[in-house]
């Protein structure tokens, strides 16, 4: 039970998250520089695919950072807030989520992470900016970037 309390709350809190980033403020500013920014993510070597890719701002870095998804290869595309394809160049930790339901399939739509007891398939210590998960840090210049991650579940 414990577990699943754990999981419920940090399905919550990631959530909350993407929220916060979607919707903080009314105004969709779109800054004067936006990189594009693509790669593709793997765990254990495999194609990932529905998986959320947050670039975060490091320390020093203005800006909002951007969100993707990645498709059913494990390809993503960063989206600005503003809706524009790219982020603003700095340096970012990389945060990578996964909800699926706990025998592995997809999370029916109409239904939230929550409603159906999902699990989160990433490993914790890429879910956050811990000490684990600051390796996962890209540093976005002003020219077209790629940045592949290739995630362990060990």
Request: charged fraction near 25%.
């Given at each position: 039970m414990t577990n699943t309390v754990s999981h419920l709350k940090l399905a919550v809190i990631l959530h909350l998250s993407i929220l916060f980033y979607s919707?903080?403020?009314?105004?969709?500013?779109?800054?004067?520089?936006l990189t594009e920014v693509s790669g593709v993510v793997t765990l254990d070597?495999?194609?990932l695919a529905s998986a959320s890719v947050i670039f975060t701002p490091y320390s020093g870095t203005k800006g909002n950072g951007a969100f993707g998804v990645t498709d059913s290869d494990g390809k993503y595309t960063l989206q600005h807030k503003s809706g524009k394809p790219g982020i603003?160049?700095?340096k970012?930790?990389?945060?990578f989520s996964k909800?699926?339901?706990?025998n592995g399939s997809p999370i029916p739509a109409g239904k939230s992470a929550a409603d159906v007891e999902a699990k989160q398939v990433i490993p914790k210590k890429?879910?956050?900016v811990t000490k684990a998960g600051r390796k996962n840090i890209a540093e976005v210049t002003g020219n077209a970037s790629s940045f592949d991650?290739?995630?362990k579940s060990k």
């Open positions: 919707c903080g403020g009314s105004e969709k500013v779109v800054p004067d520089k070597g495999k194609s603003e160049p700095g970012y930790y990389v945060i909800w699926a339901m706990p890429y879910l956050a991650f290739d995630l």
